[in-house]
């Protein structure tokens, strides 16, 4: 194989003319192609330069990365599993108040501060207890949001209060 090159140079009409011949043979037409040759041309003007590079591993550099790397994955699995427990609790309790509060919104007021009691209390033990007695007597059921994971329902009737109280 045999390369030409040639090149203008600038403020002149000279040319440089180079050619390379290469002493590579490439069999075309086989199932596989293979390339024979010299891996390095021998060429006037040009120097080839085997480098060997040697790198040596001490252990005073090797100890503190390892161990900034450990510390570093132990601190990254931490806030892993403390913001997963958090996020799960805080949504199952925000996926039972959304769901009550969708599919009741027509029988739920909220209030802003929190019913003060002067009669007896009586703790109601599931929320659709509190919607059939809402029904029966009614009257509205009276929401407040205590702001620490915990949401009050009322009903205030003449001689008592029904509370149902949704915590975690």
Same mark, same amino acid.
């Given at each position: 194989? =045999?390369?030409?090159?040639?090149? *203008?140079?600038? &403020? +002149?009409?000279?040319?440089?003319? &180079?050619?390379? &011949? +290469? ?22 003007? =040009?120097?080839? @330069? ?21 510390? +570093? ?15 799960? $609790?805080?949504? *199952?309790?925000? #996926?039972? @108040? ?7 919104? *027509?029988?739920? $007021? =909220? ?5 003060? $009691?002067?009669?007896? #209390?009586? *703790? ?9 007695? +809402? ?6 059921? @009276? ?26």
């Amino acid at each position: 194989m =045999q390369i030409k090159t040639t090149a *203008d140079l600038e &403020n +002149s009409n000279s040319h440089v003319v &180079n050619v390379y &011949n +290469s002493n590579s043979i490439i069999s075309l037409g086989e199932k596989t192609t293979t390339f024979s040759g010299k891996l390095v041309d021998n060429v006037v003007g =040009q120097k080839v @330069l085997d480098v060997k590079s040697t790198t040596e591993t001490k252990f005073g550099n090797v100890l503190p990365n390892a161990l900034l790397l450990l510390a +570093s994955v132990l601190v990254i699995t931490y806030i892993v599993r403390r913001t997963e427990e958090s996020k799960r $609790v805080n949504s *199952d309790y925000r #996926i039972e @108040l959304n769901r009550i509060l969708r599919a009741f919104q *027509d029988k739920i $007021v =909220q209030i802003k501060t929190n019913v003060d $009691v002067t009669n007896d #209390i009586i *703790d109601v033990k599931d929320f659709s207890e509190l919607i059939k007695l +809402s029904e029966e007597i009614f009257k509205p059921i @009276l929401y407040w949001d205590s702001k620490k994971e915990e949401a009050y329902f009322y009903i205030l009737a003449n001689n008592a209060t029904y509370r149902f109280i949704l915590k975690i």
